[in-house]
């Protein structure tokens, strides 16, 4: 009787855990797409969000993520910058197709730029943001004013032979 009561009472548990992940991942959903626009550019679709006023900072994030990074720039906002956070080629609302390579994605950055007027930006390279911050400031210096590395990656991944399958 005891067991079964246990056994009720995790049964019951996990039923209810299970629900608070469902309606927390819904409401997440639903906060990305309220906060979230999408604009036409030339490559094609770019989902971004924009916060700020004052000097712009483009963030090419890392991954998993997205425009949605855009939260974890608010003292940027706060100190007087306009936080520009698009969702990468293959991320959140940007098809993969508006740029799969590092420099197809470098090329939707500035398409992103011309879509929304913006004649210059410093761009911030977080994690594996870091090699499309890297191109950019490598093949469009005339369109940066800074670059930022925030534990961006900047060599590229050689798996080692011996512990690769």
Not at 53 to 78: F, K, N, R, T, W
Not at 107 to 128: C, F, K, T, W, Y
């Amino acid at each position: 009787m005891k067991r079964n009561l246990i056994g009720a009472a995790l049964a019951a548990a996990a039923v209810w855990s299970g629900w608070q992940f469902i309606c927390w991942r819904q409401n997440r959903a639903a906060n990305l797409k309220a906060k979230g626009t999408v604009v036409e550019t030339a490559v094609g679709p770019i989902e971004y969000a924009m916060e700020g006023a004052g000097p712009v900072l483009l963030v090419s994030h890392g991954g998993p993520g997205g425009y949605d990074q855009i939260e974890m720039m608010a003292d940027l906002v706060a100190a007087g910058f306009t936080v520009l956070a698009p969702s990468r080629p293959g991320y959140l609302g940007t098809p993969l197709s508006a740029g799969a390579t590092i420099s197809q994605q470098a090329d939707a950055m500035i398409a992103l730029l011309e879509a929304l007027s913006i004649e210059q930006a410093a761009v911030i390279g977080v994690s594996a943001g870091g090699p499309v911050a890297l191109d950019l400031a490598l093949r469009y210096p005339e369109r940066l004013w800074g670059l930022v590395m925030q534990s961006g990656v900047a060599l590229p991944y050689q798996p080692n032979a011996e512990t690769a399958d």
